[in-house]
T-cell receptor, first 116, second 111 residues
Framework: DTGVSQDPRHKITKRGQNVTFRCDPISEHNRLYWYRQTLGQGPEFLTYFQNEAQLEKSRLLSDRFSAERPKGSFSTLEIQRTEQGDSAMYLC??????????????FGAGSRLTVL | DAKTTQPTSMDCAEGRAANLPCNHSTISGNEYVYWYRQIHSQGPQYIIHGLKNNETNEMASLIITEDRKSSTLILPHATLRDTAVYYCIVRVEDSNYQLIWGAGTKLIIKP
């Protein structure tokens, strides 16, 4: 297993454009998380999936953000009509559903978004 | 969730033990202490977690006080590659809710 993969690693876009990030979690992990991180801060939770079901969304996740996890495998995070305030590192993580591993998250390297 | 308090930054000499403190005075009886670290430009990495007993793995040791109001992460022989931001988080195991991250401790290992 190669861990959690995220693509692209870097994205530069102009304000108002749409962007999409992809995350491929560890195959046996049922849970998948999206976090956002700005400089000097810890990760902020955005949303998480258990298999294909999106179980929780943060109030940080405005209507311009949408996440999917079809078939409970990879996930995409789309940001529509990007704003400069969306510039951040978008982190994906996965974990087991239950037991001691439920809060042991494995993170990807992140997708850095710069909105000009 | 219990809140955690960590120093903003710490230095440690290479080869020495790095001791990173964390206060969690409002921790509940069923909340675990988790430690993660984040090396520059990488995603966070899980280190260790524990409930009340001291724990050790290949990366670090976790010492939790008897009253569970504080803990210390110990990197026994720090190397330059241990320079990172270290996060202490408390959470009920197998919770349906997300981990809440603070700003962490910036640990700088000096040669």
């Amino acid at each position: 297993d190669t861990g959690v993969s995220q693509d692209p690693r870097h994205k530069i876009t102009k304000r108002g454009q749409n962007v999409t990030f992809r995350c491929d979690p560890i195959s046996e992990h049922n849970r998948l998380y999206w976090y956002r991180q700005t400089l000097g801060q810890g990760p902020e939770f955005l949303t998480y999936f258990q298999n294909e079901a999106q179980l929780e969304k943060s109030r940080l996740l405005s209507d311009r953000f949408s996440a999917e996890r079809p078939k409970g495998s990879f996930s995409t995070l789309e940001i529509q009509r990007t704003e400069q305030g969306d510039s951040a590192m978008y982190l994906c993580a996965s974990s087991l559903f239950s037991g001691p591993g439920a809060n042991v998250l494995t993170f990807g390297a992140g997708s850095r978004l710069t909105v000009l | 969730d219990a809140k955690t308090t960590q120093p903003t930054s710490m230095d440690c000499a290479e080869g020495r033990a790095a001791n990173l403190p964390c206060n969690h005075s409002t921790i509940s009886g069923n909340e675990y202490v988790y430690w993660y670290r984040q090396i520059h430009s990488q995603g966070p990495q899980y280190i260790i977690h524990g409930l009340k007993n001291n724990e050790t793995n290949e990366m670090a040791s976790l010492i939790i006080t008897e009253d569970r109001k504080s803990s210390t992460l110990i990197l026994p022989h720090a190397t330059l590659r241990d320079t990172a931001v270290y996060y202490c988080i408390v959470r009920v195991e197998d919770s349906n809710y997300q981990l809440i991250w603070g700003a962490g401790t910036k640990l700088i290992i000096k040669p």
